[in-house]
């Protein structure tokens, strides 16, 4: 699971442009600040907050021009990088607001529906051995009527940074980007040589690997378990927006 969530956060902090760690000893520690060690994508001051100006109002306010703010960015997007923004990733508080937007509902037509698909998907990680389950994962992706162009992801997963329950997003934060492929988003797995018996050859693994050390091993004192996982994802970052709708 370890591994699972530093995959995750590794994510999370590529779609945010940024994220950092603690070293504290032989520990790296993710943090959201005050690290010491960022990793830094280097995406755009424009593509950040308000996106130079394209957020105009809050979208707090119901009367908020929403959709005109998608359409800008959209517009923008397609000017930095080339492939159009399909994916937007908010809370369950900031689609609430969406949802009751004025102008996402007048644009939804008559009938008044601000949506025109709402999937809830529910994911179960197991325990090691597959015994119970370890953690829920539950998200929804909406898409508005009005404005179908985007799929809406809606999360409220949280991640333990230096001991911090930490959302995933904010309620005020948003995330954009394209259709996931491998020319703006890849996941680099590379080599390592570990020593896994002692008096042997080092062995060459790579991304995700783990074993056991015995007692009977001149360099440890009873079993132990060794885990690593390298991992990093790279991305363009004239493909990433990260906002505060809430200027």
Known sequence: RRCRRWREFLIWGA??????????GTKWIPVVSGGTITLDWQ?????KNQFNGI?????DNVGADLI????????????DHGPPLRHVWV??????????NTQVRNMGGSANTAFEQWVVQQAHMAKYGGQNVDAYKIEAQVVLKGWPSFTF??????IDLNGTDTKFLGDDEIILHPE?????LKGY???????????????????QASWIKYPHDTDVPKYMLYVLDNFFPAVNPNAIWFGDVTP
């Open 15 to 24: 779609l945010r442009g940024a994220c950092q760690f603690l070293v504290s």
């Open 55 to 59: 957020i105009g109002t809050s979208w």
């Open 91 to 100: 809370n369950s508080s900031r689609i609430v607001k969406i949802l009751n």
């Open 43 to 47: 995406v755009s001051a424009n593509h």
């Open 68 to 79: 005109d703010d998608l359409a800008a960015t959209n517009a923008q997007a397609e000017s």
């Open 180 to 184: 996931p492929d491998n020319s703006w």
């Open 189 to 207: 797995e590379v080599k390592e040589s570990t020593n896994q018996v002692a008096g042997q050859s080092p062995v060459d693994v790579y991304g």
């Open 153 to 158: 992801h809606v999360t409220d997963r949280v």
